[in-house]
């Protein structure tokens, strides 16, 4: 079956969707919602090089949807735009991939949760890490038992500052989010598949230090953190810690996820995108096993195609993820992997760090699962 597409958003990140589905064999794009002339523009440039069709182009959604000429939706808009895009998109019965956050309030996140309910045609909500090759990796290493019972999970991410984007939507908490919700909502996801449980408790320490001070957008200036340490406690008794610095882009690594139990340790080591290193040059990501019984880590390269390195920016998991969501859509059958529950999840994590920050209090959670 070949699955036609309609990206909403034709950005940098609508785009790397385009450039992911133009690799897989029975898809392609046949349409996009794009307002932004100049970004209209270089989606429907790309198709062509990436040798699909030139997609057709619409300005409003409520033109995609009355076409017909799509059988699954990517959106990829501007994070203020995706609860409204969903109240559209969730009267129809076609599936959804939705970037991440789902929302940019819990109260939002939670609505499309209700919403969708009764819908039979699945929301998909992207959350990309989960499918990164080395942390993948160290998941299952985690599910097989090499590690015995998970107890704590560090993930840092040192990287380059929030890159420019149409309008400039991402340098405002208002637009975004907030950076915890934004950009952190992949890493409290990962905290969740971990370990399996709700969290109960977060704290967090951050602020913008560094970026776009020099910078005013009719007249304001962005409000957006650079920067922060969170911990979170989950009902089970794991803990979970993240490290954020986005003025970091000079280290080797961009991410480091390491997962602790009580016989031993993993760690999924990742660098940043090959287009902001010097000659371009990509680098392997690397996993570590440390078992407690034997002082003997064993260290392995994990090599990703360079086809799905050059389609986009998080080192192959965005194609593996569309496969995964392109085998649901076909099968007509089965539950997406990551849900707007999960979706609401993250944000509701999320929202609780920029709250713990702005406050310097400790936020309790209660249960919503």
Request: proline share 5%.
């Amino acid at each position: 079956m070949t699955l036609r597409y309609a990206i909403i958003g034709a950005g940098m990140m609508g785009r790397e969707h385009m450039r992911n589905i133009a690799l897989m064999p029975d898809a392609y794009v046949s349409a996009i919602v794009e307002p932004d002339d100049e970004m209209a523009a270089l989606a429907t440039q790309m198709a062509v090089e990436t040798g699909m069709q030139a997609p057709k182009r619409y300005t409003k959604i409520s033109d995609l949807l009355s076409s017909n000429v799509a059988d699954a939706v990517v959106v990829v808009s501007p994070n203020d735009t995706h609860f409204d895009m969903m109240q559209k998109l969730l009267l129809t019965d076609l599936p959804v991939l939705l970037e991440k956050p789902s929302a940019t309030s819990v109260d939002q996140a939670w609505s499309l949760v209700d919403s969708a309910e009764k819908r039979a045609a699945p929301v998909w909500v992207a959350m990309e890490y989960r499918y990164m090759p080395p942390v993948a990796r160290i998941i299952d290493e985690v599910r097989n038992g090499t590690i015995g019972n998970t107890k704590m999970i560090s993930i840092v991410e040192h990287r380059f500052p929030f890159l420019n984007k149409v309008g400039s939507w991402n340098r405002f908490n208002a637009r975004t989010g907030g950076t915890m919700v934004e950009k952190c909502c992949h890493f409290f996801d990962l905290m969740r598949l971990v370990t399996g449980s709700e969290a109960i408790r977060v704290f967090g320490s951050g602020a913008q230090d560094v970026n776009f001070f020099d910078e005013r957008y009719d007249g304001k200036q962005p409000d957006i953190l650079d920067n922060a340490f969170v911990i979170v406690d989950f009902e089970n008794g794991m803990r979970a810690s993240l490290d954020l610095c986005m003025f970091a882009e000079g280290s080797y690594w961009q991410e480091q996820v390491s997962i602790v139990g009580d016989t031993g340790k993993v760690q999924a080591f990742v660098p940043g995108p090959s287009r902001f290193w010097p000659g371009g040059v990509e680098r392997a990501s690397e996993v570590i096993i440390s078992p407690r019984a034997v002082r003997a880590p064993t260290r392995s390269e994990v090599h990703v195609d360079e086809n799905l390195l050059a389609a986009g920016d998080h080192h192959g998991s965005t194609y593996f993820q569309h496969l995964k969501f392109y085998e649901l859509c076909v099968a007509q059958t089965g539950v997406p992997e990551v849900t707007l529950r999960d979706g609401a999840h993250a944000v509701t994590l999320g929202a609780a760090a920029e709250q713990s920050i702005r406050t310097g209090a400790v936020v309790q959670l209660e249960n919503r699962s």
